[in-house]
């Protein structure tokens, strides 16, 4: 490569600092790829350091696992296995990323060979190239010196150029200026249209909340009449309620006291004294009812008032309308002032299109000229290339005669290395020339392509331009759109105010009486529950004490109830010692009849006695017997003693016989 760079200095030594720009292009390849393969080294020698580093690492572990085998050499056959297996797989782990490293250091060998390769190539081409433009410097050598009278006028033509480009510089300028004007007041005109929308529609927001708060209040205010209403009717239930809990319990109270006749009058007393309470109380709640209905009147006064209240608002809505009508016909006016704007700067627009326009038809007209005198200058340099081959021709027509003539020209050897030395000095001062000529023609280039950029810019203004009309007039139809839908809201909502109003009417009057008379109100029904609370718990204390007295009742009427029920248990048992008697007594009747009659047939006669079992009842009632047969034979004897007597000897033994009787009746009894 050094060799290489050698014969390229060698092959162009009076290369000047002014190289053309193809060669630079040329070079430039070069010196990025030097960069490239500078890089590749780098990279090379890194990855080196780090293969270097892993093999150290490598050489580490393993003489770690050499360690460890010989200081835990006592260690159980399982754990060795465990620890070999994990260093192991860590040598693979290392050993694979050593070959992957190596693989990938083979393939950045490749490719510094293939760039290597590349920039062998590259430094051919340039030293072809270089060649090729020290051919070119000696074709055009001959052209330069006859341009050299031609750059003057192509100087003036140059400076013409740059005058008439700042020019046109200049009018662009001024036309951003005014493009930036006109944005600046597109811009000025929409934000106004916009804050003039925004507020008319914070204001028609204002009205919808103001509906929405009056809706509110409304329904708060129909809340409030709900609730007076629910805690009246609750009251009114409450005071029925009691009535007919009060009735019932007089009418309980009536049932008991006629049950418990002792107790009869003092209930009739206290019932009077209740239906007379009550009837107070009936008179105070129709007199509470009188004032509600007086209340009620004072409701429909207010609601009167609200009317007229409400015919203020509907006054005052209709000014508030009529000035957002006034704000609209200014919006439409504004509207109409925008749109006159729009067309005076829309002709400014077409004017700065037209000086765009005209000096962009002078400067093509120039670039044009410009464009033939470069043309021309092309056809010179092709008629010197023709000569320069005539020329050759000539040369080796001179050469052939030379040889033939060689001693007549020695002496014009001389004069043929001067003019050498000459043609060397020409070459330089063409080549310094044909550089000027590239950077004329790079000038042009630029020129050209400053024209086209002109051109471009000016499309897109153009393009700009019809959008900003096309927005302009797509806000403007909005803004119209906007505007007609704003009238048709505000015929809308002035055709829905009636309805609004009626509505409005309705609860606004109601709100308004309420705020007016709530707090009377509240103030009444306060006293009202004060007062229907203080007779309830009258009332609870007259029914705790009628409570109290019905206990005492029902304590005295269960008393009488046991002894009644004890009373009848007694009657039953003594009927039915009745019963006993009365059968004792048949069959003691029945054996006196038998008896007597056998003492009186046989008088004389001794008693058979018949000796039997008997139990206890029947032995004291056989010996009753035998006292009662001992007296009657005592009596037999006393009547036999007296039979004399008349009547009252008769009438003696019946009556002993009577009392004997019921003196056994009464033992029985008390058996």
Same mark, same amino acid.
């Given at each position: ?374 043309? +021309? *200058? @092309?056809?010179? /340099?092709?008629?010197? $290339?023709?000569? =320069? &081959?005539?020329?050759?021709? !000539? %040369?080796? #027509? ?47 280039? +630029? *020129? @050209?392509?400053? /024209?086209?950029?002109? $051109?471009?810019? =000016? &499309?897109?203004?153009?393009? !700009? %331009?019809? #959008? ?204």
């Amino acid at each position: 490569m050094a060799k290489k760079k050698n014969a390229h200095s060698t092959a162009a030594p009076a290369a000047p600092s002014s190289r053309p720009r193809e060669l630079s292009d040329v070079v430039k390849p070069r010196d990025s790829s030097q960069e490239e393969l500078e890089n590749l080294k780098t990279l090379n020698h890194m990855l080196l350091k780090e293969t270097v580093e892993r093999r150290g690492q490598l050489a580490d572990l393993r003489s770690k696992l050499d360690v460890l085998s010989e200081e835990h050499g006592f260690m159980s056959s399982i754990e060795h296995q465990v620890s070999s297996i994990s260093l192991s797989a860590l040598l693979l782990d290392a050993s694979s990323r050593l070959d992957a490293e190596a693989r990938e250091k083979g393939g950045i060998k490749k490719s510094l060979d293939f760039k290597e390769m590349k920039i062998q190539q590259l430094e051919s081409k340039i030293v072809c190239l270089e060649e090729q433009m020290e051919d070119m410097a000696t074709k055009y050598q001959e052209a330069v010196n006859r341009a050299r009278s031609g750059l003057g006028a192509l100087e003036v033509e140059k400076e013409e150029a740059k005058r008439r480009l700042a020019e046109k510089e200049h009018v662009i300028e001024e036309l951003k200026v005014g493009n930036s004007a006109l944005q600046k007041s597109r811009k000025e005109t929409e934000s106004k249209l916009s804050r003039e929308i925004d507020v008319l529609r914070r204001r028609m927001a204002e009205m919808a909340n103001e509906k929405e708060e009056i809706g509110r209040r409304l329904d708060e205010r129909e809340h409030d009449i709900q609730l007076l209403e629910c805690e009246k009717s609750f009251l009114e239930n409450e005071k029925k309620g009691m009535e007919l809990k009060l009735m019932a319990e007089i009418s309980e109270l009536e049932q008991r006291m006629l049950n418990n006749e002792l107790y009869f009058k003092l209930v009739e007393d206290e019932k009077g004294e209740r239906e007379i309470k009550f009837g107070e109380e009936i008179d105070t709640l129709k007199l509470r009812m009188e004032e509600m209905m007086h209340y009620i009147k004072q409701l429909e006064s207010a609601k009167h008032a609200a009317e007229e209240v409400k015919k203020e608002i509907e006054v005052s809505f209709e000014w508030k309308m009529q000035g957002m009508m006034v704000e609209v016909d200014g919006l439409n006016a504004r509207i109409v002032e925008i749109g006159r704007e729009r067309e005076a700067l829309e002709r400014k627009l077409a004017e700065k299109e037209a000086d765009v326009y005209r000096l962009t038809r002078n400067f093509e007209s120039v670039v044009d000229s410009l464009k033939g005198r470069i043309g +021309e *200058l @092309e056809h010179c /340099v092709r008629i010197l $290339e023709g000569e =320069r &081959d005539g020329a050759e021709v !000539e %040369k080796r #027509r001179m050469e052939t005669g030379f040889e033939l003539k060689k001693r007549e020209l020695v002496a014009e050897m001389d004069s043929m290395k001067q003019r050498i030395v000459d043609l060397g000095k020409d070459r330089q001062v063409f080549v310094r020339q044909l550089a000027e000529m590239d950077s004329l023609r790079g000038r042009v280039k +630029e *020129l @050209e392509f400053h /024209v086209n950029t002109l $051109e471009e810019s =000016r &499309d897109e203004m153009e393009e !700009e %331009k019809r #959008r900003m009309v096309l927005r302009f007039e797509s806000k403007t139809q909005v803004m119209v759109a906007e505007m007609d839908g704003l009238k048709n809201r505000i015929v809308e909502i002035a055709n829905e105010r009636n309805v609004f109003e009626r509505k409005l009417a309705d609860k606004e009057d109601y709100v308004k009486q309420l705020e007016r008379d709530g707090e009377k109100i509240a103030d009444g029904l306060r006293v009202q529950v004060m007062e229907l609370k203080k007779s309830k718990s009258e009332t609870e204390e007259v029914l705790a004490k009628l409570k109290a007295m019905l206990e005492v009742l029902q304590f005295d009427y269960d008393a009488e109830k046991k002894n009644v029920d004890a009373l009848m248990e007694d009657k039953k048992l003594v009927e039915n010692k009745l019963k006993d008697a009365e059968l004792k007594s048949v069959r003691v009747l029945a054996m006196l009849k038998s008896t007597a009659g056998a003492m009186q047939c046989r008088e004389e006669e001794k008693e058979n006695v018949v000796d039997y079992e008997m139990d206890e009842d029947d032995r004291v009632f056989a010996a009753e017997m035998n006292a009662i047969k001992d007296a009657f034979k005592c009596g037999l004897a006393e009547e036999r003693a007296k039979k004399k007597g008349g009547l009252w000897g008769w009438l003696y033994p019946a009556t002993s016989t009577i009392v004997a009787a019921v003196s056994l009746a009464y033992a029985a009894k008390g058996r």
